[in-house]
T-cell receptor, first 117, second 113 residues
Framework: AQTVTQSQPEMSVQEAETVTLSCTYD???????LFWYKQPPSRQMILVIR??????QNATENRFSVNFQKAAKSFSLKISDSQLGDAAMYFC??????????????FGTGTRLKVLA | DAGVIQSPRHEVTEMGQEVTLRCKPI?????LFWYRQTMMRGLELLIY????????DSGMPEDRFSAKMPNASFSTLKIQPSEPRDSAVYFC???????????FGPGTRLLVL
């Protein structure tokens, strides 16, 4: 079965600094994709960045980038020049076909990011 | 675009009552997902539909939960009878294709007393 693990329940970063959130996953599938979602106090889930497993190039979206290590099954999120508005819960998520043929969508337990002024 | 719309935003009910949560996906999206978020279990996928047809309901906790999608623009998640352990935030999300970004609604916070 597929799993997603976020080992850091909480992280803190100074404003304008860089922080990396960790995520590991487990799957026997070769065709899948990975996401990072942000959930601010408003509770709204917002997509931060998306990575297709077949793409070797790491996805980048403005100040957000990922380090995708397929062999190690690692998918970390780097936030550069952290801003107060980045404070939120961050979820790593996996989507891919299961052995039954249906797609499975699995979210990690989340990392709460605090940004210090 | 209005985004995914969920109603109600908050629901307080008593144990044993029927609860119906509603969702309107983004127009044109062919996938609709229902998730439940709790402190203990995190974000769990309950069921998802493709073109109004349920594809995977293996996440539905028990027979008290049921979901329907009578047309492309409306889905319901029903709990009957409700129990205190059903208290959670329920999210609906939709996407255009099963590999694409899921867009989440604002969620319904359910409290069962």
């Amino acid at each position: 079965a597929q799993t997603v693990t976020q080992s850091q329940p909480e992280m803190s970063v100074q404003e304008a600094e860089t922080v990396t959130l960790s995520c590991t996953y487990d799957t026997s599938e070769s065709d899948y994709y990975l996401f990072w979602y942000k959930q601010p106090p408003s509770r709204q889930m917002i997509l931060v960045i998306r990575q297709e497993a077949y793409k070797q190039q790491n996805a980048t979206e403005n100040r957000f980038s990922v380090n995708f290590q397929k062999a190690a099954k690692s998918f970390s999120l780097k936030i550069s020049d952290s801003q107060l508005g980045d404070a939120a819960m961050y979820f790593c998520a996996y989507g891919g076909r299961s052995t039954s043929g249906t797609y499975k969508y699995i979210f990690g337990t989340g990392t709460r990011l605090k940004v210090l002024a | 675009d209005a985004g995914v719309i969920q109603s109600p935003r908050h629901e307080v009910t008593e144990m044993g009552q029927e609860v119906t949560l509603r969702c309107k996906p983004i127009s044109g999206h062919d996938y609709l997902f229902w998730y439940r978020q709790t402190m203990m279990r995190g974000l769990e996928l309950l069921i998802y539909f493709n073109n109004n047809v349920p594809i995977d309901d293996s996440g539905m906790p028990e027979d008290r939960f049921s979901a329907k999608m009578p047309n492309a623009s409306f889905s319901t998640l029903k709990i009957q009878p409700s129990e205190p352990r059903d208290s959670a935030v329920y999210f609906c999300a939709s996407s255009l294709g099963n590999r694409e970004t899921q867009y989440f609604g604002p969620g319904t916070r359910l409290l069962v007393l």
